[in-house]
Nanobody, 113 residues
Framework: QVQLVESGGGLVQPGGSLRLSCVASGFIVSDYVMDWYRQAPGKAREWVASISTEYSIYDDSVKGRFTLSRDNAKNTVYLQMNSLKPEDTAVYYC????????WGKGTLVTVSS
C-alpha cells in the first residue's frame, strides 16, 4: 500500500529553520516526482515545490529559502526551510502520483515570535 507520512513541523521564530520529512512506503521515491503543498488558515491548498531525479522546482514565494532533497536509502524526501516568515505558516503536505494521487496527512508549521 502507498503511504506518505510527514513530520518535522512545529513552532519556529521568524528567520528560523525547520526540516520537514516525508517518509514513503509502497513505492520507490526515486521513481516518481514528489511534491510539497501547503495550506494556510482560510486559504486554498497551494503548490510549494517538486523534486524529480533531474530537477527541483519551487514556487517564487519560497525560492532561495527552501530546498528539496531525497535520501533513497531511507525512501524519504526532505524540505529544508530557511529564513522562515510568518506567511509560511501552514499545514504542509507531501504528495505523489502512483497510478492515482496520494497525500500525507500533513504537518503544521507555525512561524511566530
Amino acid at each position: 500500500q502507498v503511504q506518505l507520512v510527514e513530520s518535522g513541523g512545529g513552532l519556529v521564530q521568524p528567520g528560523g529553520s525547520l526540516r520537514l520529512s516525508c517518509v514513503a512506503s509502497g513505492f520507490i521515491v526515486s521513481d516518481y516526482v514528489m511534491d510539497w503543498y501547503r495550506q494556510a488558515p482560510g486559504k486554498a491548498r497551494e503548490w510549494v515545490a517538486s523534486i524529480s531525479t533531474e530537477y527541483s522546482i519551487y514556487d517564487d514565494s519560497v525560492k532561495g529559502r527552501f530546498t528539496l532533497s531525497r535520501d533513497n536509502a531511507k525512501n524519504t524526501v526532505y524540505l529544508q526551510m530557511n529564513s522562515l516568515k510568518p506567511e509560511d505558516t501552514a499545514v504542509y503536505y507531501c504528495r505523489v502520483g502512483v497510478g492515482t494521487t496520494y497525500w500525507g496527512k500533513g504537518t503544521l508549521v507555525t512561524v511566530s515570535s
